[in-house]
């Protein structure tokens, strides 16, 4: 089968790159535990080189891990961590020369490539904002404290004899476990070690609870704007060319299974609705829970990126005030409108709607038509041609008027 851009997709790249992730750890894990099956390669790679590379190919498992979900949100970042951390696993594999890895080194090779169809996909910046950089440098600063400090005072320290010794105390210390492997010699001349192990432990522990602090927060908005059907900043980014939907109503779910079936079509809805839109956010529509004719909202969802408005408030007075709104905001965007009162299709086209459209009337014509025996598909097609066709007359005799 022809390999064409519907196989090669985004998705498809995010979804290798989670499984080289998966395979990755549980390759290393079985090397280290010695479950790993011995390959072909096995007599020339030595058992300390497959050792290492075990617990190597684990830790890189779990970086994959999180290189996978920030291709999922299309960081560039992503990409290139994901681009230099597949050619990794795939030399891992191969070094631990286990017919258990065998499997991650084909995995690694065949999702090199849909990396690279997909590398324009991945275009969104990462800015780490004060808050994480400083919680970020804290957490470097503790550590390295603590790591070159208990090497520097090894002498007076039981069980610290190299750099990797000093530094799985100071992160054994710093997390609050203390296994009690390595601890400060007793005697006259162990006072500065022990008061340095309390200044470590003091300083790690501090960024340790800054740093998780700082992880956790964006989680925890994250579920407070579910709870209320709130967009989070990240859906209000991705944004762009989308449709609004402005208002909750009979035709809201209608609409959104017709741009589900068109595929690729971003859209949002701004609603009052506030058990509305808690629905919609579970099932992942971004949704804004403001009025939909006031500016600041429309502003925040990127109106002037938008290219169409759907307003069906069912309520005429408020699509109107929703329809005035999005045409100052946006004077070139396509907006349609869905009139509860067929007296008002005018009043909404004079507000500023391209294309009104009166459910009541539409729905009445098509029963009739069905009524004398005609397809209710061929007659919505007919009705709807004649309405549009109706309204491009109309907009003629305007523009000549004029």
């Not at 002498?155 to 476990?177: H, M, R």
Request: proline letters at 4%; a negative charge.
């Amino acid at each position: 089968m022809e390999l064409t851009r519907d196989w090669v997709t985004v998705r498809a790249s995010v979804a290798l790159t989670f499984a080289v992730a998966i395979l990755s750890i549980l390759a290393g894990l079985a090397q280290i535990g010695g479950l790993g099956v011995s390959g072909p390669l096995a007599p020339y790679v030595p058992d300390v080189v497959r050792q290492t590379v075990g617990f190597t190919g684990t830790i890189t498992g779990f970086t994959m891990l999180a290189s996978g979900f920030a291709l999922r949100n299309g960081y560039r970042v992503g990409w290139y961590s994901t681009a230099v951390l597949l050619p990794l696993t795939a030399i891992q594999g191969l070094m631990q020369a286990s017919v258990l890895s065998f499997p991650l080194v084909a995995l690694s090779l065949l999702s090199m490539p849909a990396l690279l169809y997909n590398r324009g996909r991945f275009d969104r910046q990462f800015r780490p904002s004060p808050t994480q950089l400083a919680a970020g440098a804290a957490l470097v600063t503790a550590i390295s404290y603590g790591t070159v400090g208990s090497y520097a005072l090894r002498d007076q320290f039981n069980g610290v004899e190299t750099i990797v010794d000093a530094f799985y105390f100071t992160v054994v210390t710093a997390s609050t476990v203390g296994y009690g492997d390595v601890i400060p010699a007793t005697g006259p001349d162990s006072d500065i070690a022990q008061l340095f192990v309390l200044s470590s432990l003091v300083m790690n522990v501090a960024a340790f609870a800054v740093a998780l602090g700082v992880l956790l927060t964006p989680a925890i908005e994250a579920q407070l704007s579910k709870a209320l059907g709130k967009m989070t900043e990240k859906q209000i980014d991705l944004l762009d060319d989308h449709v609004l939907i402005l208002g909750y109503g009979d035709l809201t779910e209608p609409i959104l299974e017709e741009l589900d079936g068109r595929g690729g079509t971003t859209y949002a809805v701004i609603t009052t609705n506030e058990a509305a839109a808690r629905r919609l956010d579970e099932r992942s529509v971004p949704t804004l829970t403001a009025d939909p004719s006031d500016v600041e909202p429309l502003e925040r969802a990127h109106i002037a990126d938008a290219r169409a408005v759907v307003v069906a408030t069912e309520n005429d007075a408020q699509d109107a005030l929703a329809i005035l709104t999005a045409r100052q905001l946006n004077p070139g965007v396509r907006i349609v409108a869905a009139a509860t009162q067929r007296e008002n299709v005018n009043k909404l086209r004079r507000a500023g709607a391209d294309q009104v459209i009166s459910p009541s009337t539409l729905g009445g014509h098509i029963l009739i038509d069905c009524a004398f025996g005609s397809n209710s598909d061929e007659a919505t097609t007919d009705l709807l041609g004649g309405a549009l066709d109706g309204d491009a007359d109309r907009d003629a005799m305007t523009r000549d008027g004029d």
